[in-house]
């Protein structure tokens, strides 16, 4: 009788101590696990080379949620248009992980073998629109109106800048490029565009949606018209060839794709490209 009390007793903890280390597992194993990945890129550094029309998601949101996620990795951003980064990563720019906000600049790359196109993905979408400041008063209703007005209109350079492209794309497309380039400031960048707007020093220009959104010294007159863009504003994303810190670039990579960071890229006005 005590005997079948004792195996009792004994089979009650055993099953006990499995059920312990079952919750154990569940719980914390990946947590554990995770702990020592992230110890293991501590003191790495990501050098990330982004479109300046990234640049408030990123400073703002992303860079501190990553580098909370993963104590101890820096994230060292530059921003500039993409033509200019493409320029300069093709002239040794330290960078690990490149986002344009146009095809072209990585593709360009791509041929050159600069880029890991495994990596490459078709990560987000933006609009093109037409702003003017915010307490302006003006007859623009469209883009058709600039072909009108006589006053400056910003748009990038589309040498080298994707939103100047996508502007001239839109007016070549309306028949009104050749009569408006008398009349255009050509930014350095589609933020040079968005400043010249908000301060008043342009009376119109062309910009992504996200851009306007992030200045509330602007105001958006309309959307480019349906069928002025052959192709959508794509934003691709990937590591370049020969990263410094591979491991911590690929954790960058992994940590955009996450829900949480999808959702701070649709908060500033942009859309998940799928």
């Keep these: 009788?005590?005997?079948m009390k004792k195996m009792l007793i004994i089979a009650i903890i055993a099953i006990v101590a499995v059920v312990c280390v079952s919750s154990v597992v569940s719980a914390g194993l990946f947590d554990f696990l995770g702990s020592s990945s992230s110890?293991?890129?501590?003191?790495?550094?990501?050098?990330?080379?982004?479109?300046?029309?990234l640049k408030n998601v990123y400073d703002e949101k992303l860079i501190p949620m990553f580098e909370k996620k993963y104590p101890g990795v820096k994230v060292t951003p530059t921003y500039a248009s993409s033509g200019d980064l493409q320029s300069q990563i093709e002239n040794g720019l330290k960078a690990d992980v490149f986002m344009s906000a146009s095809n072209k600049q990585m593709n360009n790359l791509a041929k050159k073998d600069l880029v890991n196109?495994?990596?490459?993905?078709?990560?987000?979408?933006?609009?093109?629109?037409l702003i003017v400041p915010k307490n302006a008063s003006t007859n623009i209703s469209s883009f058709?109106?600039?072909?009108?007005?006589?006053g400056i209109i910003a748009i990038g350079n589309p040498e080298s800048v994707?939103?100047?492209?996508?502007?001239?794309?839109?007016?070549?497309?309306?028949?009104?490029?050749?009569?408006?380039?008398?009349k255009l400031s050509l930014g350095t960048d589609v933020t040079a565009v968005l400043n010249q707007v908000a301060q008043g020093s342009a009376d119109c220009g062309i910009v992504y949606a996200?851009?306007?959104k992030s200045n509330p010294n602007v105001k958006v007159v309309c959307?480019?018209?349906?069928?002025?863009?052959?192709t959508p504003v794509i934003y691709p994303v990937a590591e370049l060839k020969n990263p410094e810190h591979p491991e911590a670039a690929k954790a960058f990579m992994e940590f955009l794709k996450t829900k949480e960071a999808k959702d701070v890229f649709v908060e500033y006005g942009f859309t998940i490209h799928e």
């Design 1 to 3: 009788m005590k005997s």
């Design 39 to 53: 110890d293991q890129l501590k003191g790495q550094e990501v050098n990330l080379a982004a479109a300046a029309s």
């Design 117 to 129: 196109n495994s990596t490459n993905v078709q990560f987000l979408e933006n609009k093109v629109v």
């Design 144 to 150: 058709e109106d600039l072909n009108k007005t006589n």
């Design 162 to 182: 994707p939103a100047g492209q996508y502007a001239k794309e839109v007016l070549t497309s309306l028949g009104i490029w050749d009569s408006v380039q008398s």
């Design 210 to 212: 996200t851009d306007a």
């Design 223 to 230: 959307e480019a018209p349906n069928g002025t863009l052959k």
